[in-house]
Each structure stands twice: as C-alpha cells, then as structure tokens.
C-alpha cells in the first residue's frame, strides 16, 4: 500500500529557511494529490496552512509558501520564528475518496 | 462563530461500540464535506472517514472499513460516527474536520476514546 512519506524531524536557525517535503511511497504528488499542510503544537487541534498546493489559509504568515519541487509537495518557511516550532502534517488526496496524511515532520527552531 | 464541537468519546472494552458526534454551529454542514481524523496517543494524524458534501458519498480508511459508520442528523446540524469492534488499535483523540477546498480548514477539539482490554 501507498503510503505518504515526510522527513521526520528536521532543524532550522531562526530566520533561517527551511524546506519540509512530502512525498509518496510509490507515484509522485502533483497538483491533483490537492496537497495541504497543517501546524499541530501539543494538545491543540491542526491548524490549516497551505492547501491546493500553495494557497496560504487566511491570516497565515506570508513566510509560509507551498509548491510541488520534483515529484513532492513542499511547505517552505522563510525567516523561521521560535513559534514555529511545531510538528506539520501535509495530507495528499489519494484518488476514489481516499486522503492519507504523512506521518508528520517535528520542526526544531534552534 | 464557525465552530464544530465532538463528543461521546469515553472508555470502551475491546469488542465495544461507540457513536462519536460532530455538532456544527456558525455553518450549514450539509453545505460542505467533513473528514473524520484520529490521533493516537504521541502519534500522528490518521485520515479516518469523509462524507462529501452531497451527503451521499462516504468513504473510509482501510483500517477501519467494515467497523465505521458516517450518519447525519441534518436538522441537528450534527454528524456521527459509529465505530464497533474497537481494539486497542483505536484509542486516540477522534477529530472532525469541516472539508473546504480539497483540506480541512475547521477543526473541532477533538474527544478522546481509550480502548482497554
């Protein structure tokens, strides 16, 4: 079975930019997989960022940009801020009905 | 306010049934689709379940097709999941998510189900 793939942690400097990917086990992410990306901290609900791609959520950060680079969709923070400091979650539109998630990316700020 | 709240979250035997409920205020939730998402205890976010918004289309995770079932109370502006046969493997915090352009843009706070043996 397909499944979603992201990069299980990953680290970034403040102000620094990082890129955060999200992948498939087998076929590549386009613009029809209808990516989204979501920002969970500890105890609350996901909160919306991204979704169709690159469509920021409204009153999300400009800082926070999505794309499709190769075969993945990627969530791009430019000018990282210690509140950002989160796990994301992208979910992939898998076709018949069927979404997935990936199995999450914590992002350290340090 | 656009909101939705769960509950009939609880403890639960394994081999038990629950009906968790999804109340939407603020929005016409026959108007849009809603997902029904699980988080198990230090996990990730596990795509459960989603009623497309002509109130017909219902599709479900392979993990739990078979076991899971979306209903709706139109009037009550309410929709349901029935889950039986529960294992361990279903403890988790159950969310319901309101479906807007392809994502989930409304979360609701969540409930929490514990499966014991």
């Known amino acids: 079975q397909t499944v979603v793939t992201q990069e299980p942690s990953f680290s970034v400097s403040p102000g620094g930019t990082v890129t955060l990917t999200c992948g498939l086990s087998?076929?590549?992410?386009?613009?029809?997989?209808?990516p989204s990306w979501y920002q969970q901290t500890p105890g609350q609900a996901p909160r919306r960022l991204i979704y169709t791609t690159n469509t920021r959520s409204s009153g999300v950060p400009d800082r926070f940009s999505g794309s499709i680079l190769g075969n993945k969709a990627a969530l791009t923070i430019t000018g990282a801020q210690a509140d950002d400091e989160s796990h994301y979650y992208c979910m992939l539109y898998m076709g018949s009905g069927i979404w997935m998630f990936g199995g999450g990316t914590k992002l350290t700020v340090l | 306010q656009v909101q939705l709240v769960e509950s009939g979250g609880g403890v639960v035997q394994t081999g038990g049934s629950l009906r968790l409920s999804c109340a939407a205020s603020?929005?016409?939730?026959?108007?849009?689709?809603i997902h029904w998402v699980r988080q198990a205890p230090g996990k990730g976010l596990e795509w459960v379940a989603n009623?497309?918004?002509?109130?017909?289309?219902?599709y479900y995770a392979d993990s739990v097709k078979g076991r899971v079932t979306i209903s709706t109370d139109n009037p009550k502006n309410t929709l349901y999941l029935q889950v039986n046969s529960l294992t361990t493997e279903d403890t988790a915090v159950y969310y319901c998510?309101?479906?807007?352009?392809?994502?989930?843009?409304?979360w609701g706070q969540g409930t929490m189900v514990t499966v014991s043996s």
């Open positions: 087998s076929g590549s992410v386009s613009t029809s997989s209808y």
């Open positions: 603020g929005f016409t939730f026959s108007s849009y689709g």
């Open positions: 998510a309101r479906d807007q352009g392809w994502a989930s843009d409304i």
């Open positions: 009623l497309q918004k002509d109130g017909i289309n219902k």
